[in-house]
């Protein structure tokens, strides 16, 4: 039997994702449920975390299960992920074994693990967790690559939430924002996606062509739109992409053509601020509301006053990361 694993939504037909969301939802109405009884899972953080720590942690708690939590590097042997290479320098060992001894023990494993904004050629593999999915005999799951599905499945639920369960005929705005660094992709490619699986009019509105996604996610898009309805445009122009909104989905990233060489984007970056979130562009939508995945520096990416509105639904999300967790862990142990 193919082990299934949950790297990417793409990989899930609609039907599946809506039975994780009816999961989720029933695990948010009730925290019963002892699917993890007697099962553990391991969480591999190759990179910070608050919330996907926090919500799979308790979540695995509430289910009757238990997490192992490891940063592989830090509290945890260094790992190596080339195949065939000569381990002479500071991994201590490989994937290969990581992979397979977790699997002994655990019946989850949960993987974080940041391109490392050097090459995006490189990053674009996503090397990190297909590793793990070769290796392990147990199911894996992404915490955060160069996508975040887990994300996708709360940011649905909390728009489900709000407008109900068809979201078709919503425009959907997926705005860059700025931010001091160079930041991940993956929040912003599973937008894309899930946005368009939904059926919703999405405009991705980022400052120059320099900023629209890689070419993977803007085909998966448009293919989704084939499918399921809606419509993909991108946009420069924040005046025009607010109007009319219905969600407004913030998310700061660098360009992926100054992958590298990151001093040369800067200025671009710097001289696009006035993307932020405020008050005067919600006011163009259609009473929409405005999400992020969080972390946000406020005042930066999304004013106070943004931040601090009904409008905003950025908390439930984050609680929903809980919920809807709980419902792919249940399902991959099933
Ligand atoms: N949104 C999200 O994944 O939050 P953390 O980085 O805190 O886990």
């Known amino acids: 039997m193919t082990l299934r694993h949950f790297l990417s939504t793409q990989d899930w037909s609609r039907a599946d994702l809506d039975a994780l969301l009816d999961q989720a939802a029933a695990f948010k109405r009730s925290k019963a449920g002892r699917q993890l009884e007697g099962k553990s899972i391991a969480l591999?953080?190759?990179?910070?975390?608050?919330?996907?720590?926090?919500?799979?942690?308790?979540?695995?708690?509430?289910?009757?299960?238990?997490?192992v939590v490891l940063a592989p590097g830090k509290d945890a042997w260094p790992i190596e992920f080339d195949v065939g290479?000569?381990?002479?320098?500071?991994?201590?060992?490989?994937?290969?074994?990581?992979?397979?001894?977790l699997s002994r023990y655990v019946d989850l494993i949960a993987v974080r693990a940041f391109p490392k904004f050097q090459d995006w050629s490189i990053d674009r593999q996503d090397r990190v967790i297909h590793a793990f999915a070769k290796y392990a005999t147990v199911p894996v799951i992404n915490m955060e690559t160069i996508t975040h599905p887990c994300q996708e499945l709360a940011h649905i639920q909390a728009l489900q939430e709000r407008f109900g369960r068809d979201l078709h005929g919503k425009k959907y705005v997926l705005t860059w924002t700025y931010h001091p660094r160079p930041l991940n992709t993956a929040v912003a490619n599973s937008a894309l996606q899930i946005a368009t699986r939904y059926g919703m009019d999405?405009?991705?509105?980022?400052?120059?062509?320099?900023?629209?996604?890689?070419?993977?996610?803007?085909?998966?898009?448009?293919?989704?739109?084939?499918?399921?309805?809606g419509s993909l445009t991108i946009s420069h122009d924040p005046q025009?992409?607010?109007?009319?909104?219905?969600?407004?989905?913030?998310?700061?990233?660098?360009?992926?053509?100054?992958?590298?060489?990151?001093?040369?984007?800067?200025?671009?970056?710097d001289a696009h601020k006035h993307f932020i979130v405020d008050e005067?562009?919600?006011a163009l939508t259609d009473h929409g509301v405005f999400s992020?995945?969080?972390?946000?520096?406020?005042?930066?990416?999304?004013?106070?006053a943004v931040m601090d509105s009904p409008a905003c639904i950025a908390i439930d999300e984050a609680e929903n990361r809980l919920h809807v967790q709980k419902a792919v862990m249940a399902a991959l142990v099933s």
Request: glycine fraction near 6%; charge should be neutral; proline fraction near 5%.
């Open 85 to 101: 290479s000569v381990m002479d320098g500071e991994t201590e060992e490989h994937v290969a074994e990581v992979a397979r001894v």
């Open 292 to 304: 992020h995945c969080l972390p946000l520096r406020r005042n930066v990416k999304a004013t106070d």
């Open 202 to 229: 999405v405009t991705l509105l980022c400052p120059t062509p320099e900023y629209v996604l890689d070419s993977r996610y803007m085909d998966f898009a448009r293919a989704n739109v084939a499918e399921n309805g």
């Open 240 to 269: 025009s992409a607010y109007r009319g909104a219905h969600v407004v989905y913030a998310k700061s990233w660098g360009a992926l053509p100054y992958f590298g060489r990151w001093a040369d984007e800067k200025p671009i970056r």
């Open 280 to 282: 005067a562009k919600m």
């Open 44 to 67: 591999l953080f190759f990179n910070p975390s608050m919330r996907t720590r926090t919500s799979f942690e308790l979540g695995a708690f509430q289910l009757g299960g238990h997490a």
